[in-house]
């Protein structure tokens, strides 16, 4: 199962004949399907669908499959999107000053479990660092202060375009991307610490505690202008009890912080996310 | 295990010795003691405790319980609650027209799950009259029209005065009692179809549904004037994919609805639950 | 989304090709497919596939669809089971003296999240006859001795037969159905009270106490010779911690056992379980 | 609440008033209690008791406290075990090539989260030093051949004596330790993975592939003898689908692994489990 495999997600108006349309394209080339996964939503009368199939043996050469794949999806209207296993994405990780999300990314992608490079983390402040030097990955400190936050912007930009990155996961960044920023790269995951749609915005531990709930959340999604209302990728649960102090509840976050997000993450870079009308499917 | 045990609940400021002072009495007494718990919330300088000890062998009879309990609390400048084991609360069921929670709460207390009795069940609504019938339970048609919501709450008063009613248990009941009911009538549990605070208010699975939540919740919490803000006792959550039209999370909502709320119910009449500034300690 | 369709299920020897084939005849005899979901056991080589798509508009009449579905499965080398969302499986639910589960299922059939009949009931006891007359259902006593045990099977076996049976569900029916009995009718689930492989055989919940478990667990599976042994289509656990008797070990796990039971027999009923090999594809 | 405690726990045959007599001599001293908990196992008849209080004007001098609550155990016929917060157990973690959880177990302690030291880690592989030295910890190569086990175990006994170890978490340590070892040594937790008592011994995950289960599980325990068999502190569990291949659980095995290890190690240190006759109670 460690042959090259490539991945076609696909969005288009439903219609009758769809999957035997893209499927057959596939078998017609020779190409041996691995996973091929539909849905239909009736409402948005759409129809997503993600075929993976092997690259070895298929008769469009790999440098043809894009424009094929395009004019397939032109001819049904919707939008296509490819990728390739053995291409692994280029990925920034943003942080502050916490470092669980950012150490288990990097353990991750050191053991195997997250098929990317990351050739670059960008923080706000200095106290990651060891952290990045010590898993051989290079930090860049880049500050943001209220005054110059377009001045930081412009270097961060600077930064994504000169190492060709291809992902942004914010890891407990606790700056806010400006709408600027996203009109010029939008291909980011967030990891919120809370079970959204509750406790939007600062301090959702203290709201949660205030509030007296006997389960806590973590939810990973993409970032959108809507702060807090990006498509949601993963949600990740923790019971608390009224023994658990507001320490206790960050505590407890953590673990399903960095697991959701870590979820998210695998996910997206297996090509197994689709978004669509603010919504994701996610084919696990 | 299962002879007679008398609860003691008390809340008081927080100061040395309560533990040794509380435990003593019953002790002193010749109280065998089953299970003390006990909570301090530092923020609130506030000290919970739960004593469940036997009935036989103790030394105050159970007449002179109340009075000595009272005398302890006010020497602790605390408040006090006793319940004894073989008293069974008197149990109101308000229902609409859903049967699967009141299905579930009279099963359980018929196998003996619930140890409450149900003197009656009111309903704004005719459907569940039948289900009523094959418990053998009294079922009350109670309509409300807006023009005579204050007839109809003065009717439902009546009813729980009649039949001495301890508690309520709103399982799926489709109106809000009035600040002038809840006056009168304070101890009363609903089961929220979402997880608290996250979409308040109504139809919260649509609401769900539109926001692409990865987890749906059930939150069975105290009722108080302010509108899904009441203590929580006992939250649930189900997984959802984008396969779930709103129906399929209106159907796996029902099994978390009725499983919060019989644990909440059993915690209650347990008297495992302490409410305090908008909280609840739950001893289990 | 509540019109007609049609499920296949088919497995066989992968090779490539098997979703442009399967989808293409679909497609090509005007069939709309509402799901399809794939998957390949690369260590079996084979492939499973289950379609569903629109009864209405269909090039094929019904009465064809199971010869040429039959003539294709032939052509694969593999083996196609149909079913038609109009009609509803002919259930016997078996039960000893418990109730939850088979309440539950009779309360979900009534509601309409089981699309299936119940024709009848069978017990070795009689203490749920009087649920069964609640809910409109034949109860079928039929006494199950030791030394009279295939007399017992025999007479079931003609109710089954009279009845028109599709599906047995074991809701914590305790005896033991013959290899004969099996060899005679096998599509029957059943609802082992632990989370197997652990605590096979007699009393699981007196063992998990003694074994001092911190999580419970339950089993549905279809039913083998191999007593317990039969493939998993869904597991339930519930947390349990040392104040929990075995009492409590067993009244939590009824709440899991009616659900894991409920989902199972759901699954089961849409099509969406196929086995193979001993395991379940279950496509939810 | 960071001021410092001490940590009495006590275990002896149950008889009346025990609540109160520890309580008492707590309070007698002028001790201001934050946590008791207690619990009685009916069938073993034994009373177990957690109690926290502040070491802050207590009335009984630091060096005297194990006097004086031996003399309380003795003459409660029980046994007594003490632990003050301020002196951070001494803990030496094995592991042998898998570095998730003793990566971990090393974030937790340098963030705060495990109140322990780790004087040692011990490998009988040299895959992990590099990481060791990452975090400034100690790493002891003590390879294990079958033919020379007993020098290698002594060599690891000299090493615990020397460190003046209190606690070895075994953290993917894939050597048995002999019977000789844990007469000498028994303080141990381990982390076992699976779900026990279900796939016990070798492989566990190619045990639950093969029989095709839904939940896998991991559980932290105590080691005795009976080889996976000790006490249980903690289970975790994780979903699993026909989806995935061997090597997908025992990835997703990982996080649980780490995660029911750590918390099972957290509790520990803070003096929240307790043994007895081969279970644990956990005050949580």
């Given at each position: 199962m460690s042959s090259?495999?490539?991945?076609?997600?696909?969005?288009?108006?439903?219609?009758?004949?769809?999957v035997s349309e893209l499927a057959g394209w596939v078998a017609t080339n020779g190409g041996n399907?691995?996973?091929?996964?539909?849905h239909t939503d009736a409402g948005a009368e759409l129809f997503l669908s993600r075929i993976e199939w092997d690259l070895e043996g298929f008769g469009v050469s790999r440098d043809s499959i894009p424009i094929a794949v395009n004019a397939l999806a032109d001819r049904l209207g919707g939008q296509a999107h490819l990728s390739f296993s053995d291409e692994l994405p280029r990925v920034a990780i943003?942080?502050?000053?916490?470092?669980?999300c950012l150490l288990d990314l990097l353990w991750r992608t050191r053991s195997g479990e997250l098929p990317m490079q990351v050739p670059l983390v960008i923080s706000n402040h200095r106290e990651l660092e060891t952290l990045c030097r010590e898993f051989g990955v290079v930090f860049n400190f880049v500050p943001t202060k209220f005054e110059s936050k377009s001045d930081s912007e412009k270097m961060i930009l600077d930064l994504l375009t000169k190492h060709q990155i291809d992902l942004i996961v914010l890891a407990k960044y606790m700056q806010i991307l400006s709408s600027d920023f996203l009109g010029k790269f939008s291909t980011i995951i967030n990891i919120h610490h809370s079970f959204l749609p509750a406790f939007k915005g600062a301090r959702p531990y203290h709201q949660a505690w205030d509030r007296g709930v006997k389960l806590i959340g973590a939810t990973a999604h993409y970032v959108t202008e809507d702060l807090d209302n990006g498509p949601i990728i993963e949600q990740s649960i923790a019971h608390v009890s009224h023994r658990d102090?507001?320490?206790d509840l960050i505590r407890k976050g953590r673990d399903i912080e960095r697991i959701a997000l870590a979820r998210a993450v695998r996910l997206h870079l297996r090509s197994q996310v689709m978004v669509y009308r603010g919504r994701t499917a996610v084919f696990a």
């Open positions: 090259k495999t490539v991945v076609l997600q696909l969005i288009c108006p439903d219609q009758p004949g769809l399907i691995r996973h091929a996964d539909h943003f942080a502050s000053k916490q470092s669980h102090e507001v320490d």
